[in-house]
């Protein structure tokens, strides 16, 4: 390994009792990811030789949902403090590098911040990341020595009056040589209020080595933010979004109110790309250029091509969308779909792992499934395809510049020929020839006599 390799040791043991849920803590979602997704992230855009998560408290649980090839997992039983976290980790560590410390429930640390809190533990000391904070109850206090050097952090339970007054603090991430590691972890000691072994009490053996102690702060105080309740999820969640909100702005994106849109994925915009509120993006989606959404738009796993419109409460997911299509309100391309340019799709319509043609339209309430539509097909209101028989799905086809009236039924699997028309009402459980007009007749029957029922 080579001597400033970095590797990761990420402590993720915590029950999180004040979460008050049967999932564990680093589980919890923020934007659509668990915590300890966010910090692996984080960790792999270092590019680092070894990550390793320290488990506890839903171990089994995390580790089924994040593992990962580039993931070794370690068990703390019992959680003994941060510094036996570290204890079990360092035998899945190899001898050379930099060790950086993170913690599974504070997910927004960015990169740059964790890159400079390496680079200066490379020399092979130690690194800590602390914040100056106007409230800093709750945390452990940086005590410097006379001439401004770090001599020791005390945790806030067994500080004195003095050091409580202190505005640094301790953020819990740091950095530090592979080689003097093993030592300092053990010269650690549990005489202490809580009777556990502490990580930033390698901070006095460093000293007592003589070792500069290294200091980073992040570039943005949120960085640095963890979570214990499900109040500061809520704010932590706000939070990101909004980082997202600035930089879409930044990007030319128009947002109607950046407070309230959720991007829970990863969100890509073209020019001149329109947001209104509440609408939310997961997994990836790419807007391209003069995109126009409406409100409370659920996009998943989506392409969009240019100039189309989304209308309000419209849901689309893994699925294609062509140029200068319109969609909605209220419609529902649901996975499998592709629909091409000039394309039209109205109010409570529904269409599922189909392909609809360039300027062809459904504009009301209809359903399109597992079909095949060609160009400038007119699907008329009430218009079903019954491609499901109770046991095996079957396809729809229907070909170019094709008029279907309204209330039509398509008994799958049927093919409806190029140009044909077919008369409102009809239910065609035959394929079509092109041209000319399907319908299927019923006489139309009065009956005079008939009554009514009323209530008694």
């Known amino acids: ?11 993720a043991a915590g029950q999180g009792k004040r979460m008050r849920s049967r999932l564990p803590k680093v589980l919890q979602p923020l934007a659509g990811r668990p915590l300890l997704g966010h910090v692996l992230a984080s960790a792999r855009a270092l590019s680092p030789a070894r990550i390793c998560v320290v488990v506890g408290h839903g171990g089994a649980a995390v580790r089924e949902a994040l593992d990962a090839p580039d993931v070794a997992w370690v068990e703390q039983s019992p959680q003994l403090g941060t510094g036996h976290a570290v204890m079990q980790a360092l035998p899945r560590l190899d001898a050379g590098g930099v060790v950086l410390v993170l913690y599974g429930d504070v997910p927004l640390i960015a990169p740059d911040t964790l890159r400079s809190l390496v680079e200066a533990a ?6 800590l990341l602390t914040q100056t904070l106007a409230e800093p109850q709750g945390y452990g206090r940086i005590v410097r020595d006379a001439a401004g050097r770090v001599a020791r952090i005390v945790e806030e339970k067994d500080a004195n009056e003095g050091e409580r007054a202190i505005r640094e603090v301790n953020t819990g991430i740091l950095a530090v040589a592979r080689a003097k590691l093993g030592d300092w972890l053990g010269r650690l000691r549990n005489d202490n209020a ?3 072994y502490y990580l930033t009490d390698i901070v006095a053996a460093a000293v007592a080595d003589g070792v500069p102690i290294e200091v980073r702060q992040p570039s943005a105080a949120y960085e640095c933010l963890g979570v214990n309740s499900k109040a500061e999820l809520a704010a932590l969640e706000r939070r990101y979004q909004m980082n997202h909100a600035d930089r879409l702005l930044e990007q030319g994106v128009t947002l109607a109110d950046p407070a309230r849109i959720d991007v829970r994925g990863e969100l890509r915009c073209g020019q001149d790309v329109c947001i209104d509120v509440n609408c939310i993006f997961e997994g990836r989606v790419v ?26 409460f419209s849901i689309v997911e893994e699925a294609r969308i062509g ?6 309100p209220y419609a529902r391309i649901r996975p499998g779909s592709e629909l091409a340019d000039d394309v039209h799709v109205g109010n409570f319509v529904e269409v599922k792992a189909s392909r609809i043609g360039r300027a062809s339209k459904a504009n009301h309430l209809a359903y399109v499934g597992d079909s095949t539509v060609g160009s400038g097909v007119n ?4 218009t079903i395809t019954c491609n499901y028989d109770g046991a095996h799905k079957h396809r729809t086809v229907i070909e170019d510049d094709v008029h279907i009236g309204s209330d039509v039924q398509l008994i799958a699997p049927v093919t409806v020929g190029r140009g044909a ?9 035959d394929d079509v020839p092109p041209g000319g007009l399907t319908l299927t007749q019923k006489k139309q029957v009065t009956k005079p006599d008939w ?3 009323r209530k008694k």
Do not use: F, H, W, Y
């Not at 390994?1 to 402590?11: D, S």
């Not at 490379?122 to 690194?127: H, I, M, N, Q, S």
């Not at 140029?323 to 909605?328: K, L, P, S, T, V």
């Not at 028309?421 to 459980?429: C, H, P």
């Open 287 to 312: 807007l391209g250029d003069g995109v126009r959404l409406g409100a409370s738009c659920i996009l998943r796993d989506v392409e969009i091509g240019a100039g189309t419109q989304l209308r309000p």
């Open 379 to 382: 699907i008329g209101a009430g």
């Open 194 to 196: 809580q009777r556990e």
């Open 122 to 127: 490379g020399g092979g000391g130690l690194a």
């Open 1 to 11: 390994m080579k001597a400033n390799a970095t590797q990761v040791a990420i402590l």
């Open 451 to 453: 009554q009514r029922p």
């Open 323 to 328: 140029a200068n299509a319109r969609i909605g």
């Open 421 to 429: 028309t077919i008369a409102a009402g009809a239910t065609i459980t």
